[in-house]
Nanobody, 129 residues
Framework: QLQVVESGGGSVQPGESLRLSCTTS????????VAWFRQVPGKDREAVAC?????????VADSVKGRFSIIAGDNTNNAVYLRMTDLKPEDTGVYFC?????????????????????WGPGTQVTVAS
């Protein structure tokens, strides 16, 4: 089964930016459906962004639209990134990368956690003054 791992989390001030990375040592990650989710204690896991295999479709949650984007690395970087700008305190949480899905479907990506079989351990993002 595909294994993915996140990196790039940290503590920042409101208005700053971070880029989270999702990587794997098995296969080329950009050819899989990849999504980012986040979770805070006591709340359900929330979808942030998704990208279909080969980038045919992308989607971001309304709560982060215009500030977050999901992009794949170039031919030398086997990664899918979550670029986060203008961070707000409500963006604080543990961010998870998930991969899987039917790679033949390129024009749609799912924002449901049940669509993904491979999950990373998560990376903490804290936004505070």
């Amino acid at each position: 089964q595909l294994q993915v791992v996140e990196s790039g989390g940290g503590s920042v001030q409101p208005g700053e930016s971070l880029r989270l990375s999702c990587t794997t040592s098995q296969g080329w990650l950009a050819t899989y459906h990849v999504a980012w989710f986040r979770q805070v204690p006591g709340k359900d896991r929330e979808a942030v962004a998704c990208r279909s295999s080969n980038g045919g479709a992308r989607n971001v949650a309304d709560s982060v639209k215009g500030r977050f984007s999901i992009i794949a690395g170039d031919n030398t970087n086997n990664a899918v990134y979550l670029r986060m700008t203008d961070l707000k305190p409500e963006d604080t949480g543990v961010y998870f990368c998930a991969a899987g899905g039917d790679r033949t479907i390129t024009k749609y990506c799912s924002m449901s956690p049940t669509a993904y079989r491979s999950w990373g351990p998560g990376t903490q993002v804290t936004v505070a003054s």
